[in-house]
């Protein structure tokens, strides 16, 4: 229902034409990031295909919301820690790796992504018998705060690249981002996002800044390309580890998520559940083909922008993901909208991870005269 302060936690009393909207606005925020991995991972030698990756991640989201009772308002994306694994799988040249093509290490690799999505089942269990208090007690605002502060400013490297392939395209969707949701009414409030995509990509297309030769090329419809995974001691130690490092940036967006929308996930529906999620989301894409996933941080800006946190919204872009996965054309249409334009939304998007951040440690009075909490925020 509609409560104080703008924030809309029922979003069908926006009726369904706007439901639909704001899924679409979600979407559009993941798709740049998600479909990033892929590219990337391709890049290395290992041909991830870029439409079983959204697939997985439409399917992972929709895992995720049933493992957390569908209350937790998160979309798993393409985690980008695993990266570094891929690279190294793909870079292996002794043993039985020697005479391997890349198209060959990759069922390698993604038996390490699956192995590191089980990792997330020990945790969520060892959470569920120890209890999220606990846990927590190991995470207090002056560590949870940092965190997600930290998780806003490591992305924003990213952004700072994509911006800086045109400055002044990037500022156009910033631009209309801000004026969308401080000075917007209505619907225009809550989708500043979608808006300063379109909007800046409509200029784009008026400055000749829009290349439209894979979309040309690229049919209508096309299936995905599933590779099914193969296990190996080398490529779990490879991969496996990694599952550490993501876990604790899984504490850190849930909290991220938690503070936006004024709601306790880690203790209800519970961290071992949201973890739950995010491991057999992974263990599932890493067996078919899709790369690791984790909750977006992107998808927590949206939430802090729009104040709309229905997961039902959440689910509506992960149902477009699954559909568009089947279209080849579709994604390149996404594909052809300039990095510039991408990185002008990611800047609004991750400074918004950074700022909740801030309000984390706010809100929670914590004594930053202290020196022992000075020490810890500087640490992190």
Partial sequence: ?????????????????????????????????TVLVPILVTGYGLPLSIQTTLLFAGIGTLLFHVCTKFKVPAFLGSSFAFLGGFQAV??????????????????????????????????????KLVGAKKVMRYFPPIVTGPMIIMIGLNLSGSAINNASTCWW???????????????????VKIIPILLGVVGAYIVALIAGKVDFTE????????????VIAKFDVTSILVMAPIAIAAMMEHIGDVSAISSTTGKNFIEDPGLHRTLLGDGLATAFAGMFGGPANTTYGENTGVLALSRVYDPRVIRLAALYAIILSFSPKFDALVNSIPTAIVGGVSFILYGMISAVGVRNVVENKVDLTKSRNLIIAAVI
């Fill in 215 to 226: 979309v040309a090329g690229a049919d209508f419809v096309g299936l995905q390309k599933f």
């Fill in 169 to 187: 395209l990037a500022l156009v969707a910033i631009a209309i981002i801000i004026v969308a949701n401080i000075w917007g009414k209505g619907m």
């Fill in 1 to 33: 229902m509609n409560e104080s302060n703008g924030v809309i936690r029922d979003a069908r009393k926006l009726g369904i034409p706007k439901m639909l909207i704001l899924g679409l606005q979600h979407m559009f925020a993941m798709f740049g990031a």
């Fill in 90 to 127: 793909a870079n292996l040249d002794s043993g039985k790796f020697a005479a391997m093509t890349g198209e060959e290490k990759l069922p390698y690799a993604l038996g390490g992504v699956v192995v590191a999505g089980l990792l997330y089942l020990v945790l969520a269990l060892l959470f």
